[in-house]
C-alpha cells in the first residue's frame, strides 16, 4: 500500500487531547476521574440561547449562510464592543468562524506566507505553533522566563535578531491566565505598528478576567487583527463559533479564503449565538463559581507543592511549577490521572523547552469537583 504523507502532518499531538482521552477511558470503565485537563467550561450554554437553538430546529431551515456570517450576528457583535469597550466597530469588519480554530487558520493564511516569522510567546497555546508549523510559518518562541506577559521588549528584541512579520499574544493567557495590562497592551500595538510588524491579539478569555476590566488590542491600533469565540465565557465549546475583528484591508482576503476553506461558520450555532449577548446575568453566575475555584486553587496548590508559575488574573487556569515533586511532567501528568484521578495538562503542550516543570490545572469544573481533585491529590502524595 502505497500512502503519501506531507510534513505538514508531522507536528507534535496536542497532549491534553491525550490526557483527556484516556481520561475518558477509564470513565467508561467506571473509574471517577475528575478532568482538569481541558480548557472547556462544565456548564451547558446559556438557557436563552438553548431555546433560541431549538426554535431555529424546530422552525427553520437550516443552511449556508455567507462565509463572513449572518448579518444579524456580526451585528451583535459590533454592538458588543460598543457596549462592553467603547469602541464603535463596523459590522463589516467582522468575520463569523467556526470557532476561534478557523479564525486563526484564516488569520495566518491571509497574514503571512510561507517563511515568514512569526513570534508568539512560551508558553502558550499549542495550536498556534502547530498551526503556522504545518503551514510552513517560521514559528518565534519568546521565553518569557520570569515574565508574567509579551512586552515590548521582547518583540524589539526577537526583530533586531531577524525581522518579524508577524506577533501573536493572548489576554488572559493560555495556558498561564496572566493579563497584559492596558498600558503595555499600548505599547505592544504601537511598537509593532512602529516596527512593521502585523499584530494577533487572542482575546478569547475576555470577560474572565478577575481584578482589572478587559482591554481589547483595537483600542490602540488600526492594523489590529483580533480573534475571540463563544466557547470560553459564552460556555459554547461544541458550537463551534468565533469571530474575527479585521482590517479593513483583510476582510476580502478572509472572505475568499473562508468561502473555499469552510464555506460558513454553522447557521444553527450563529442564530444560537446572537442571543448569547443577552444572557449575561446567567454568565456571571458560572463565572463567580470559576472564581470561587480560583480562589481555593490559589491557596491549596501551593500547600501540595505545586507553586502558581504565573499569575491566575483570568481564564480558568492555574500555571504551576512542579519541580518539587517530578523534572518530567508528562510521566507525572500520568501517574497521577492513573493513581489520585485526577487529570491535569503537562506543560510540554505549552512550551516544548520548559514545559518539564510546569503543569496546567483547568478549574472550569464544580467547586464540588475541585475540592476533591485536591483532596485526591493530597492523598496520593503523602
Keep these: 500500500m502505497v500512502v503519501s504523507l506531507s510534513r505538514r502532518g508531522d507536528v507534535e499531538p496536542f497532549h491534553a487531547m491525550d490526557i483527556l482521552a484516556e481520561a475518558n477511558r477509564l470513565k467508561a470503565q467506571g473509574v471517577p476521574v475528575i478532568s482538569m485537563a481541558v480548557g472547556q467550561p462544565s456548564d451547558p450554554a446559556p438557557t436563552r440561547v438553548l431555546e433560541v437553538a431549538a426554535n431555529a430546529l424546530k422552525n427553520g431551515r437550516i443552511g449556508y449562510t455567507d462565509a463572513l456570517g449572518l448579518a444579524s450576528l456580526r451585528k451583535a457583535i459590533a454592538d458588543h464592543y460598543a457596549d462592553h469597550y467603547g469602541l464603535e466597530i463596523a459590522p463589516g469588519r467582522i468575520a ?27 508558553p502558550g497555546y499549542p495550536a498556534y505553533r502547530n498551526i503556522m508549523t504545518a503551514l510552513g510559518i ?20 526577537a526583530h533586531a535578531e531577524k525581522p518579524l512579520k508577524g506577533v501573536l499574544f493572548a489576554s488572559p493567557a493560555n495556558p498561564t491566565g496572566a493579563v497584559v495590562p492596558a498600558e503595555e497592551l499600548k505599547l505592544i500595538v504601537e511598537t509593532a505598528e512602529k516596527l512593521g510588524i502585523g499584530v494577533i491579539s487572542d482575546e478569547i478569555y475576555h470577560r474572565l ?24 465565557y459564552y460556555c459554547m465549546t461544541g458550537w463551534r463559533v468565533g469571530w474575527m475583528v479585521l482590517p479593513e484591508p483583510l476582510v476580502r482576503q478572509v472572505e475568499r479564503i473562508a468561502q473555499s476553506l469552510y464555506i460558513s461558520a454553522p447557521e444553527l450555532s450563529q442564530i444560537a449565538a446572537t442571543e448569547a449577548f443577552h444572557a449575561t446575568q446567567e454568565l456571571e453566575a ?21 507553586p502558581l508559575a504565573a ?32 487529570a491535569a495538562t503537562p506543560g510540554r503542550d505549552f512550551d516544548p523547552l520548559a514545559g518539564h516543570r510546569t503543569m496546567r490545572f483547568s478549574y472550569a469544573g464544580s467547586h464540588d469537583e ?4 485536591m483532596a485526591r491529590i493530597e492523598r496520593w502524595l503523602k
Design 96 to 122: 463569523v468562524t467556526t470557532g476561534s480554530s478557523a479564525a486563526f487558520n484564516l488569520a495566518f493564511l491571509a497574514m503571512f506566507d510561507p517563511g515568514d516569522r512569526v513570534a508568539i510567546a512560551a
Design 370 to 373: 475541585m475540592v476533591e481533585a
Design 286 to 306: 458560572v463565572k463567580a463559581r470559576y472564581a470561587w475555584n480560583r480562589e481555593l486553587l490559589m491557596k491549596r496548590l501551593p500547600e501540595l507543592g505545586f
Design 138 to 157: 517560521e514559528v518565534v518562541e519568546i521565553e518569557l522566563g520570569g515574565d508574567a506577559y509579551l512586552h515590548a521588549g521582547h518583540i524589539e528584541a
Design 311 to 342: 499569575p491566575m488574573d483570568g481564564a480558568f487556569y492555574a500555571f504551576c511549577d512542579v519541580t518539587r515533586h517530578t523534572n518530567d511532567s508528562m510521566a507525572f501528568a500520568r501517574k497521577m490521572l492513573a493513581k489520585a484521578h485526577v
Design 209 to 232: 478576567a478577575y481584578d482589572a476590566p478587559d482591554a481589547t488590542a483595537l483600542a490602540y491600533g488600526s492594523g489590529v487583527t483580533v480573534i475571540n469565540s463563544f466557547s470560553k
